[in-house]
Structures are given as structure tokens and as C-alpha cells.
């Protein structure tokens, strides 16, 4: 499976924002549910204003089991948990 273009430039971004020190955490609230959320984002500035780009939040609790990585032996497709028999 191939990681889009728009993924891999926001990606090069990020790591241009760590480089230089232009990485915030912002309290934010999702906003489609509101829930409280903890935001990694890029700090530029435009005409003397800081401008905030947001490119994701934390896992909230344990980020192993929030997300299913990719599998070893299929290119396009995951590993998913195995279910109870």
C-alpha cells in the first residue's frame, strides 16, 4: 500500500516544523464531537500573527490499541485481531 502524496508533504512539513523548533500542543475540541482533544500543530507567522497548522492529535490512552498496522506479508492490507472462535 502506498503512503498518497498529500500524506508524505504534510509528513516533510511536520518534520521541517520539529527541525526548526515550530511545533506546538494546542488544547482544541473535535469538531464533530466535541470531545477534548490534544493537537500537534505547525507554528508559522504571517504579518507579525502566529499561525497555527494543524496536522493531528494524540492517541488518547493506549496508541498501540488505537491503531492496526500494516501487514507484514500483504502490501495492501492490514493486520487485524483475531476474533474469538
Known amino acids: 500500500m502506498s503512503i498518497p502524496d498529500h500524506a508524505r508533504s504534510n509528513f516533510q512539513t511536520l518534520l521541517r516544523a520539529a527541525a526548526d523548533g515550530n511545533l506546538a500542543l494546542m488544547e482544541c475540541l473535535d469538531a464533530e464531537t466535541g470531545a477534548q482533544r490534544y493537537v500537534i500543530c505547525a507554528v508559522g507567522r504571517d504579518d507579525g500573527d502566529y499561525v497555527f497548522t494543524p496536522f493531528g492529535h494524540l492517541a488518547e490512552g493506549n496508541p498501540y490499541d488505537a491503531y492496526l498496522p500494516p501487514h507484514p506479508d500483504d ?11
Open 75 to 85: 502490501p495492501g492490507g492490514f493486520v487485524y485481531p483475531e476474533t474469538p472462535s
